[in-house]
């Protein structure tokens, strides 16, 4: 079953930071979509729990260049 969660995202101030910061996400087995806004410091993450935890998706960011923390998790994802 794939679960959303939403992470609070410092320093993305540009389309190329966020596009970076969504390819590499992507890369991570059991990420199965990205999404990010801006303006709002926000990245939204579908995954699939029984492949990838919180924990990972979060050192992924952090691998990225950036710092999180989760906002909200969210039940199955459309």
């Known amino acids: 079953m794939t679960k959303r969660a939403v992470f609070s995202v410092r320093n993305i101030d540009c389309a190329t930071c966020a596009f970076g910061m969504e390819k590499r996400l992507k890369k991570v087995d059991g990420v199965a979509g990205v999404g990010s806004s801006i303006m709002l410091n926000k990245v939204f993450v579908d995954y699939d729990e029984s492949k990838v ?7 992924a960011i952090k691998e990225a260049g ?10 199955e994802s459309r």
């Open 66 to 75: 950036y710092s999180s923390y989760v906002t909200r998790r969210m039940g």
């Open 53 to 59: 935890s919180i924990s990972e998706i979060m050192d």
